[in-house]
């Protein structure tokens, strides 16, 4: 998803949330975008009182996000955050499985030798 995007939310969607609202960009063979240098993966625990979301009643998660440019110096050039909530289906889980074995495949396609990582 777009930094700029997540900027704009008040909370952090589901993947499905995501795909209806059209703000997530997806990658496959034939993408120019998101630019291997400005996308970075990030993995968290998830903290939801119910297990069922990583955020907490805080929105500490999404705090960081909006505030990623300053904690990592990334600059104002555009920049992608892959986050699981957003980028891995959650409503269906043959889907999601699916999703969980194709993280390599997306980490090989947007990274450059080496690729952004952060653990929340």
């Known amino acids: 998803m777009d930094?700029?995007?997540?900027?704009?939310?008040?909370?952090?969607?589901?993947?499905?949330?995501?795909?209806?609202?059209?703000?997530?960009?997806?990658?496959?063979?034939?993408?120019?975008?998101?630019?291997?240098?400005?996308?970075?993966?990030?993995?968290?625990?998830?903290?939801g009182n119910d297990g069922g979301h990583p955020d907490n009643e805080k929105q500490t998660k999404l705090g960081f996000l909006k505030n990623f440019r300053e904690h990592c110096s990334v600059g104002d050039h555009r920049t992608w955050i892959w986050f699981d909530i957003f980028s891995i289906p959650q409503a269906d889980r043959k889907k999601q499985?699916?999703?969980?074995?194709?993280?390599?495949y997306y980490a090989g396609e947007s990274q450059p030798p080496f690729m952004p990582a952060l653990l929340l």
């Open 3 to 47: 930094l700029d995007v997540i900027l704009t939310l008040d909370t952090l969607p589901t993947h499905e949330e995501a795909l209806q609202q059209g703000i997530l960009e997806l990658l496959s063979r034939d993408s120019d975008q998101p630019n291997p240098a400005h996308t970075f993966f990030i993995s968290q625990n998830w903290e």
């Open 97 to 104: 499985l699916l999703a969980i074995d194709s993280i390599q």
